[in-house]
């Protein structure tokens, strides 16, 4: 039997597929460990194919979403750096240090993310290796391996932005492969890669928009044209790729199928879940898994029906919470981004939280309202990945790069300011434009693990004290009052794949 091992990333990682159960809406996504199943006989059926797509589906979770130890999940290593939250839990060394800037590469939040990413990888080159020889029906077939490539794209957009140069494998290792020790290629070869799996994904017949959460056009187009916004920015500078995010984003836009939800609560109902504004997500489900994220936002008392005590570790940091210009809904208590009050039990007597709170991805149907008693169930809300909302901010910001404030980049912004309750110049410069796009990506795009790639891609952070923008290094987080080093805009390759894989370097200025 062959065992398919990435050895060096993350640990010895046996690749063991499984079957699952294909059921409607984001139920695909449940994923039931049966045996390790050996290549070579179990890629036979268009069964064996959807199973096998499901468990890479089902690894996403694992990125992001995991946990990395006491009162901490893995998204926290994209924003507990980012200077516009705080952490009021002690109980974590692992985010103290990262809130601090004095992480190494022993942490643990770098080392889960790794970890989950590689799996989704090892899980997607097992479909796009053995599912093309699968007798099928060649449409669906083809849009399994869409999928696939779509993810295993997603997954290493996030790995070069977090690492620089990584590990490149496109096909299943094993013991005997010259991969089994794998060196870091290049990031530039490494985006040309995540490029031509979107590519193929673009063609690969998927519907624009799935509301079952599977991908969709959208989302690969969407997916291409962030990349391609990227790529024109630090660290490669390919500025010629601002044209390409923009026909990208465009080509979304003037789709037609998606829109801005009216107002801010309907963002994160899970009755919204995959339509409007949504156009790729983590999936959550009963019977499948729940959604922690709201933990981390929750404060420390009882304002859920559930009774769920928050862990306090993502509350907005003072300064960024009062950045918002006056009049913007997305700062209205328990309307916008934020709130400061809440009713005891989820639909009880009105009580002060002390400070403001992070009011996204807050689950009404789940902890209640003053309007409903919620239902206590757990939290099932699905996990962020891309809006509708990033797409405007995306193309307005290419097209401004290429040709200035266009009427149509400006009728971008203004579709965010116009729910945001705010007025939109019509005449600025290139320049001020640019940075009335960058203010809206922080203040719209919060907390969703966005805002450190662009201070990674822009090499800019937003001073929300002064409203400027500094440059990266060098530049104080309010919350931390630690200063940004070179090194920081790359994290340190985790000490445990060093041990196992003698051919990893680490990056500069970690040890």
Same mark, same amino acid.
């Given at each position: 039997?062959?065992?398919?091992?990435?050895?060096?990333?993350?640990?010895?990682?046996?690749?063991?597929?499984?079957?699952?159960?294909?059921?409607?809406?984001?139920?695909?996504?449940?994923?039931?460990?049966?045996?390790?199943?050996?290549?070579?006989?179990?890629?036979?059926?268009?069964?064996?194919?959807?199973?096998?797509?499901?468990?890479?589906?089902?690894?996403? !979770?694992?990125?992001?979403?995991?946990?990395?130890?006491?009162?901490?999940?893995?998204?926290?290593?994209?924003?507990?750096?980012?200077?516009?939250?705080?952490?009021?839990?002690?109980?974590?060394?692992?985010?103290?240090?990262?809130?601090?800037?004095?992480?190494?590469?022993?942490?643990?939040?770098?080392?889960?993310?790794?970890?989950?990413?590689? =799996?989704?990888?090892?899980?997607?080159?097992?479909?796009?290796?053995?599912?093309?020889?699968?007798?099928?029906?060649?449409?669906?077939?083809?849009?399994?391996?869409?999928?696939?490539?779509?993810?295993?794209?997603?997954?290493?957009?996030?790995?070069?932005?977090?690492?620089?140069?990584?590990?490149?494998?496109?096909?299943?290792?094993?013991?005997?492969?010259?991969?089994?020790?794998? =060196?870091?290629?290049?990031?530039?070869?490494?985006?040309?890669?995540?490029?031509?799996?979107?590519?193929?994904?673009?063609?690969?017949?998927?519907?624009?928009?799935?509301?079952?959460?599977?991908?969709?056009?959208?989302?690969?187009?969407?997916?291409?044209?962030?990349?391609?916004?990227?790529?024109?920015?630090?660290?490669?500078? =390919?500025?010629?790729?601002?044209?390409?995010?923009?026909?990208?984003?465009?080509?979304?836009?003037?789709?037609?199928?998606?829109?801005?939800?009216?107002?801010?609560?309907?963002?994160?109902?899970?009755?919204?879940?995959?339509?409007?504004?949504?156009?790729?997500?983590?999936?959550?489900?009963?019977?499948?898994?729940?959604?922690?994220?709201?933990?981390?936002?929750?404060?420390?008392?009882?304002?859920?029906?559930?009774?769920?005590?928050?862990?306090?570790?993502?509350?907005?940091?003072?300064?960024?919470?009062?950045?918002?210009?006056?009049?913007?809904? !997305?700062?209205?208590?328990?309307?916008?981004?934020?709130?400061?009050?809440?009713?005891?039990?989820?639909?009880?007597?009105?009580?002060?939280?002390?400070?403001?709170?992070?009011?996204?991805?807050?689950?009404?149907?789940?902890?209640?309202?003053?309007?409903?008693?919620?239902?206590?169930?757990?939290?099932?809300?699905?996990?962020?990945?891309?809006?509708?909302?990033?797409?405007?901010?995306?193309?307005?910001?290419?097209?401004?790069?290429?040709?200035?404030?266009?009427?149509?980049?400006?009728?971008?912004?203004?579709?965010?300011?116009?729910?945001?309750?705010?007025?939109?110049?019509?005449?600025?410069?290139?320049?001020?434009?640019?940075?009335?796009?960058?203010?809206? !990506?922080?203040?719209?795009?919060?907390?969703?693990?966005?805002?450190?790639?662009?201070?990674?891609?822009? !090499?800019?952070?937003?001073?929300? =004290?002064?409203?400027?923008?500094?440059?990266?290094?060098?530049?104080?987080?309010?919350?931390?009052?630690?200063?940004?080093?070179?090194?920081?805009?790359?994290?340190?390759?985790?000490?445990?794949?060093?041990?196992?894989?003698?051919?990893?370097?680490?990056?500069?200025?970690?040890?």
């Amino acid at each position: 039997m062959k065992i398919f091992k990435i050895k060096g990333l993350n640990r010895a990682l046996t690749i063991a597929l499984v079957t699952t159960t294909i059921l409607s809406c984001s139920d695909f996504l449940e994923e039931e460990n049966r045996s390790s199943l050996n290549p070579d006989t179990f890629y036979q059926t268009n069964t064996h194919a959807e199973s096998a797509l499901n468990a890479i589906y089902a690894t996403t !979770r694992e990125v992001f979403g995991g946990f990395s130890g006491g009162n901490s999940s893995n998204w926290h290593l994209l924003e507990a750096v980012t200077g516009q939250s705080i952490n009021n839990s002690s109980s974590n060394p692992d985010l103290n240090s990262l809130s601090s800037l004095s992480y190494n590469s022993n942490l643990i939040h770098a080392r889960a993310v790794w970890g989950g990413t590689y =799996k989704l990888i090892a899980n997607a080159n097992m479909v796009i290796t053995y599912v093309p020889d699968i007798f099928m029906d060649e449409d669906r077939q083809k849009q399994i391996l869409g999928e696939a490539y779509f993810l295993r794209a997603w997954a290493y957009f996030n790995a070069v932005r977090i690492w620089g140069d990584i590990p490149l494998l496109t096909s299943p290792v094993g013991t005997a492969s010259p991969d089994f020790y794998a =060196k870091r290629t290049s990031q530039s070869i490494v985006y040309d890669q995540i490029v031509s799996d979107l590519k193929f994904s673009e063609e690969s017949g998927l519907a624009f928009k799935d509301e079952s959460g599977r991908v969709s056009i959208a989302a690969v187009k969407s997916l291409l044209s962030k990349v391609y916004l990227t790529m024109a920015g630090h660290p490669l500078n =390919k500025t010629e790729h601002y044209a390409d995010a923009a026909e990208k984003a465009k080509e979304v836009i003037d789709n037609g199928g998606l829109s801005l939800f009216d107002t801010y609560g309907e963002i994160f109902l899970e009755s919204n879940e995959n339509k409007g504004e949504h156009i790729f997500s983590i999936q959550y489900a009963p019977n499948v898994s729940a959604n922690f994220e709201s933990l981390s936002f929750l404060p420390a008392k009882n304002i859920t029906k559930g009774g769920a005590v928050g862990w306090q570790t993502n509350l907005p940091e003072t300064n960024f919470y009062n950045s918002f210009e006056s009049g913007d809904r !997305r700062k209205n208590n328990r309307e916008g981004w934020f709130y400061t009050d809440y009713f005891v039990g989820g639909n009880g007597a009105l009580t002060d939280l002390g400070s403001p709170h992070v009011f996204k991805a807050f689950n009404v149907a789940n902890f209640g309202s003053d309007i409903t008693a919620g239902n206590g169930l757990g939290d099932f809300l699905n996990f962020s990945v891309i809006r509708f909302a990033e797409v405007l901010l995306i193309y307005a910001e290419a097209s401004n790069e290429v040709s200035g404030p266009t009427t149509a980049a400006i009728d971008a912004i203004k579709k965010l300011r116009d729910r945001a309750g705010l007025t939109t110049a019509t005449s600025l410069s290139k320049d001020l434009f640019r940075e009335l796009i960058w203010k809206e !990506r922080w203040h719209e795009l919060c907390y969703e693990r966005v805002t450190w790639f662009d201070m990674v891609r822009l !090499r800019k952070v937003f001073n929300s =004290k002064t409203g400027d923008f500094d440059n990266f290094v060098g530049h104080t987080n309010l919350s931390s009052n630690q200063a940004f080093q070179e090194k920081h805009l790359l994290f340190p390759i985790p000490a445990l794949e060093m041990v196992n894989n003698p051919n990893l370097t680490q990056n500069p200025g970690y040890n």
